[in-house]
């Protein structure tokens, strides 16, 4: 039974497949150490979720390299862009860096950010793209591509998608094909829909380019469907049953947000829904669960398949699935009523008291000193301590100890555990094992591997002989104001017999 180590740090979440990829290579987890690079595009000024956005962005602006903030038109603004709204909440969150800095490192001087704020192009669309037409943001943009760091670069799309058009555009008339094909494969995209034409143009030219969206029309017409709405969307779309509405009102937000500081004084009340972008990011941030390595992993950012969509020419991670199979985009989750529900929107809001929470906690840092905030707890999974997940290959019938031994609490609270199988996590190319975890609440737990498929819900459903997978998530969580808790994924590559399981792995 090994270990697989893998490279530590934050790893991508966005991956699509070049026309010349196998689907093993498009679909392999991403890896790179240190901090993600991020570029956003928005449309902030439209109406208050991004700002919204911003400011939950800004608070976790020590976990990325935000490389370049692009003020970005969409179909809700189409002719105008608005900077200055990032300066202005750049600026209040000068006003709390040094006491951010109190608990923890990382954080860029509002100075350094300030100096990467553009404009992007500055119409609607693909009619404001083209030979000369480069904008502050699509050069800036171009250039954080072309810079030479081995990390991808994160292309977090709130809007509109022509200044990335525009940027791609540029490159492949300065770079021989076979240059900017290996820029292009720096980048990865995660797209709230398509909210102009340029989206779509850019799949169809630029195929190994790592994208994930569920392709729509810009008119807003189908975002009930997609995931991203499970951040907060309940009430506006109705979509959201088995979820905890009141982690999402504008009362929760004047409590836990609005009342604290200068950076909260400058978080909006919602008009539709709490920052419909935020998913963009929020997979990125490195709690434990490094789901943006392979985006059918799950986490806070969602949880999508690799599939091609009807339109497109060539399959991207997205939504939808084989419902035959059960290998889809949803996730079935216990709703705070105790029923289970089936949603693409239920792979975010599951984690929702944990991110709400996490981002109260963070606003308390603007305001208040170590000891009267409160931190998430360090996790230690079988003597490894850090967030990168634990990969272990086993047989069928063997049983294996999980010991979250070590495991602590910056501030001295009382941790409890939590050991859980999630059952739709990982299932590009293999199919779910079986497994029974015993003392699932216990800081140590074991696991016996009972099958190498797992049950399915129609009996002689088609034959099994592959090996398997199983995610077991571990959430450790403290007793604070908020609580907080952190995570570690535990992935089982499940073998038929004992000496295939016995390899050694780094």
Known sequence: MGWRRWAGGVLGICLVANSVWSQGAATAPDRFT???????????????????????????????????????????????????????????YGEVRSNLLLHAQGWPTAEQLQERVYSGQPQYGMAATGAGKASAGAAALAAAIERDDPRPLWICIWGGANTLAQALMDIRARHSAEEAQKLVERLRVYSISDQDDAGPWIRREFPSLLYIVMPSMPSGQQYYYATWTGISGDAYYR?????????????????????????????PKFMFIMEGDTPSFLGLIDNGLNAYRRPDWGGWGGRYVYMQPYGETHAIWTQGGDLFTRATSQDAVKGIDGREYVS?????????????????????????????????????????????????????????????????DPDGQTLSYRWWVYPEAGLTGTHASEVAIDKAGAQVATVTVKGLCAPVWLPNLMPCRTDGVVHIILEVTDTGTPQLTS????????????????????
């Open 344 to 408: 693409d929107q239920a792979t975010i809001w599951r984690w929702r008291r944990a991110y709400q929470n996490d981002f109260a906690a963070r606003m308390d840092w603007t305001i208040h000193d170590f000891a009267h905030a409160n931190h998430s707890p360090q996790v230690v999974v079988n003597g490894v301590a850090g967030t990168a997940p634990a990969e272990m290959d086993v047989a069928v019938g063997q049983t294996v100890t999980l010991d979250a031994t070590g495991s602590k």
């Open 487 to 506: 995570y570690r994924r535990v992935i089982l590559h499940v073998h038929a017999v004992a000496s295939q399981a016995a390899r050694p792995q780094e």
């Open 34 to 92: 240190g901090k993600p690079r991020v570029v956003i595009l928005s449309d902030i000024g439209n109406e208050p979720d991004d700002q919204m956005s911003f400011v939950r962005l800004l608070l976790y602006s020590n976990e990325f390299d935000l490389e370049a903030m692009v003020a970005a038109t969409s179909t809700w603004q189409k002719t105008v862009t608005h900077p200055e709204t990032m300066h202005r909440l750049i600026d209040a």
């Open 239 to 267: 979509n959201g049953a088995g979820a905890d509405p009141s982690l999402v009102t504008n009362e929760w937000l004047d409590q836990n947000i609005r009342s604290k500081g200068p950076l909260g004084k400058d978080y």
